[in-house]
T-cell receptor, first 112, second 109 residues
Framework: NAGVTQTPKFRILKIGQSMTLQCTQD?????MYWYRQDPGMGLKLIYY???????DKGEVPNGYNVSRSTTEDFPLRLELAAPSQTSVYFC???????????FGSGTRLTVV | DAKTTQPPSMDCAEGRAANLPCNHS???????VYWYRQIHSQGPQYIIH???NNETNEMASLIITEDRKSSTLILPHATLRDTAVYYC??????????FGTGTRLLVSP
């Protein structure tokens, strides 16, 4: 059981470039989430999904897009990267019960 | 989601109990109290959650006051590996976790 796997672990982007952060889980969880964490701050929700084909915006969705074509995968797309998107990105999943979330180990993104 | 208030930092001696408080005075009847921790730059780790009864698991105990306006996370015998940022989160169900800035716990020898 790998849990929640995020790739890549580190990435440097130039302003205006695009990239996709990958997230996959092998626990058959319906609920998946993307958070970002800026230095010294708590996590902020970007997007979330309650099941395949269903996504919704969180607190800070601007500049990002998501898709959920399968239960396992929930990629986060950055279009036209900006320095303000420099952050650590965490993906998480939840089985849909009042239990704990499982988080991935994060992707550290720097936009220069 | 209800807001929570936590002290920004706390210290604890290794081997002693660490008691981390959280105020959530606007909590509603169907909202749960969750605790997570984040060690260094790793992903947050689930610790425990509860509705109104006290809860205990292999990691910690959660004490919720009778009026549910505050709670305390107890690490019974803190170790150096418990040094982390601890987040208290109040939410309904499982759809969203709203993270504050948490309590930075430093466990010292």
């Amino acid at each position: 059981n790998a849990g929640v796997t995020q790739t890549p672990k580190f990435r440097i982007l130039k302003i205006g470039q695009s990239m996709t952060l990958q997230c996959t889980q092998d626990m058959n969880h319906n609920y998946m989430y993307w958070y970002r964490q800026d230095p010294g701050m708590g996590l902020k929700l970007i997007y979330y999904s309650v099941g395949a084909g269903i996504t919704d915006k969180g607190e800070v969705p601007n500049g990002y897009n998501v898709s959920r074509s399968t239960t396992e995968d929930f990629p986060l797309r950055l279009e036209l990267a900006a320095p303000s998107q420099t952050s650590v990105y965490f993906c998480a999943s939840n089985p849909g019960q009042t239990g704990g979330y499982t988080f991935g180990s994060g992707t550290r993104l720097t936009v220069v | 989601d209800a807001k929570t208030t936590q002290p920004p930092s706390m210290d604890c001696a290794e081997g002693r109990a660490a008691n981390l408080p959280c105020n959530h005075s606007t909590i509603s009847g169907n909202e749960y109290v969750y605790w997570y921790r984040q060690i260094h730059s790793q992903g947050p780790q689930y610790i425990i959650h509860g509705l109104k009864n006290n809860e205990t698991n292999e990691m910690a105990s959660l004490i919720i006051t009778e009026d549910r306006k505050s709670s305390t996370l107890i690490l019974p015998h803190a170790t150096l590996r418990d040094t982390a940022v601890y987040y208290c989160i109040v939410t309904f169900g499982f759809q969203k976790l709203v993270f504050g800035t948490g309590t930075r716990l430093l466990v010292s020898p």
